[in-house]
């Protein structure tokens, strides 16, 4: 018997009528967007997400060489995205970064607060500094960030608002302190915006990583037994990479999340629920 030989398989488009279809319910085009804490880790790959799924998107952060970096190479690739160089640990710099966000695209329908840091001292040790530090960047910026854009996106009626919590928010873990209070309380404001918003077409979620490896957890990703054991914690057997978040992330700002709202979406490879 001789069989007839295959060729190999060609990659193929995909249909039209499913390029419409995907469209329909993922692209961003004709989207603005601004993501704090875009030019590092998580937010940069949710910066690289967005634009490459259409949006215009404006990256907050302080450094210029990171903000640099993140819009060179996507406008490289084709993609609409500028930078705004701002501190948001006081509420100057979060009023100036809002206002200097919008000159680039106009007003934003999707806002994305990534911004965050993590200072861990012991809890005994926890001053005051460490506290009002940790609840300025990581929760009263993105409430006054909501405060400044929510409201006209429930006039325009399209909004999507999407914030990066932690593990902390639901359990004690490597020094909670003020970062878990901060990230807990930040979740509360995700409902109570959702509950303000959603009514006029603005989805407010929150995504929920486990431990990715990013400068955020420079000294915890050095000691390779604490990355083993953090890897083992999980369902699917490894740590977080900051491409994780691209696909949940472009979710939650399209289209297709229409009806997701006030949500916790964890993106931890199962650790949460191990
Ligand atoms: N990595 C993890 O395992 C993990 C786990 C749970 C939750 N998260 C959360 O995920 C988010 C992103 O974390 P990441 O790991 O991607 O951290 P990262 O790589 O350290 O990035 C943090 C980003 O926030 C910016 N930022 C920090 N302080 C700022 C300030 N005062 N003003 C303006 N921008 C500021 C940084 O830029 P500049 O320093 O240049 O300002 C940088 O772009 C954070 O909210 C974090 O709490 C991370």
């Avoid at 704090?36 to 490459?52: H, K, N, Q």
């Avoid at 701002?86 to 934003?108: I, K, M, N, W």
């Avoid at 929920?208 to 890897?231: I, W, Y």
């Amino acid at each position: 018997m001789t069989t007839q030989p295959v060729p190999p398989a060609q990659p193929t488009p995909p249909p039209p009528a499913a390029q419409a279809y995907l469209s329909e319910l993922f692209s961003l085009e004709g989207r603005v967007a601004v993501v704090t804490g875009g030019s590092s880790g998580i937010g940069r790959a949710i910066t690289g997400a967005l634009a490459r799924a259409g949006a215009s998107v404006v990256v907050v952060a302080r450094g210029e060489a990171g903000l640099t970096a993140t819009v060179g190479e996507l406008t490289a690739e084709g993609c609409r995205a500028a930078w705004v160089s701002a501190d948001l640990s006081t509420r100057e710099g979060v009023r100036t970064a809002a206002e200097r966000a919008v000159e680039a695209f106009g007003e934003p329908g999707i806002l994305v607060n990534s911004a965050g840091i993590n200072l861990r001292p012991p809890m005994d040790e926890l001053g005051e500094d460490v506290w009002d530090a940790t609840m300025a960047v990581n929760l009263e910026a993105p409430f006054l960030l909501g405060q400044r854009f929510g409201p006209g996106m429930a006039e325009r009626g399209y909004g999507r608002i999407i914030h990066i919590s932690s593990q902390q928010a639901h359990r004690a873990f490597v020094q909670s302190g003020a970062y878990g209070a901060s990230k807990g309380a930040l979740e509360a404001l995700a409902r109570s915006q959702a509950e303000a918003w959603s009514p006029r077409g603005v989805t407010c979620n929150v995504l929920v990583p486990g431990f990715v490896m990013t400068p955020l957890n420079a000294r915890l990703s050095s000691d390779p037994e604490k990355v083993a054991a953090l890897a083992a914690r999980t369902m699917i057997g490894r740590n977080g990479l900051a491409g994780d978040f691209a696909g949940a992330a472009v979710f939650l700002a399209s289209a297709a999340s229409a009806y997701v709202t006030g949500q916790s979406l964890f993106v931890d490879g199962g650790l949460s629920v191990h």
